[in-house]
């Protein structure tokens, strides 16, 4: 793990930008010097680790006592895309556009990011747990199919919130069952993009004992601001 930035954010938070290998992220810290537990804060779509909504979380958890890292994967932010997801995301505009059936599309590129994404993602939590400042236990918050595959193969996640505004693959859905650490689902009930039932069928699926639903109304980027704060009483019950 290489740290190609490092600063004291207004907050107190340190912000530092780093590079493992072709995986570029961003890891924010407290002031405390006791070893931190860890969020692991994932995204998905396309969106870039900068993205102003996941920096927004990423420095209010890390305020109140955790560190969080967040990286690109393949094909998000800046990393390039190959010529089969820009094929997709091409013909997914265009089945949009029409009014036509997306979800074997949608099949076609998000389940290769997926596959592509947990090694990448464990490879970072190998280098993070190695740092003196950051002790685990480890959360994880964001991109549902990415962290149902994640909470299923890695048993250092000890608590996950998942949000329901991205497609899950069939596999994932399955794999669901097997989910047994503690989660906070996120669900907008207007979410255009994301069918209700579907997300509501997937809560009903996890497997674990202890699993919570939020629904608030609105589209898909609404989530109200005091979900992030629930979802620290939510880490703070299972990671201190």
């Not at 399955?174 to 209700?196: I, S």
């Amino acid at each position: 793990m290489h740290f190609t930035s490092d600063q004291r954010l207004d907050d107190g938070v340190r912000e530092r930008e780093f590079t493992l290998g072709e995986i570029p992220g961003t890891l924010w810290t407290p002031e405390s010097a006791a070893p931190a537990p860890l969020i692991l804060m994932a995204h998905n779509n396309g969106l870039p680790k900068r993205e102003p909504r996941l920096v927004a979380r990423a420095r209010h958890y890390a305020a109140y006592g955790y560190a969080v890292a967040s990286v690109d994967a393949a094909g998000c932010g800046d990393r390039p895309r190959s010529a089969a997801d820009e094929q997709a995301r091409a013909d997914l505009r265009r089945a949009m556009q029409a009014g036509e059936p997306v979800d074997e599309i949608f099949e076609s590129f998000i389940g290769p990011l997926v596959e592509k994404a947990v090694p990448e993602w464990r490879t970072t939590l190998d280098a993070l747990l190695s740092l003196p400042e950051i002790g685990g236990p480890v959360g994880y918050s964001g991109w549902t199919a990415l962290g149902i595959r994640l909470a299923v193969l890695e048993p250092r996640i000890a608590a996950a919130g998942f949000f329901a505004g991205g497609y899950v693959p069939r596999a994932q859905r399955e794999e669901a069952r097997q989910v047994a650490v503690p989660l906070l689902f996120l669900l907008q009930w207007d979410d255009e993009g994301n069918p209700r039932q579907r997300a509501l069928d997937l809560f009903d699926a996890f497997g674990t004992r202890e699993k919570t639903l939020h629904a608030n109304p609105g589209g898909h980027t609404g989530t109200p601001w005091f979900e992030v704060e629930d979802g620290g009483r939510f880490y703070d019950r299972h990671l201190k």
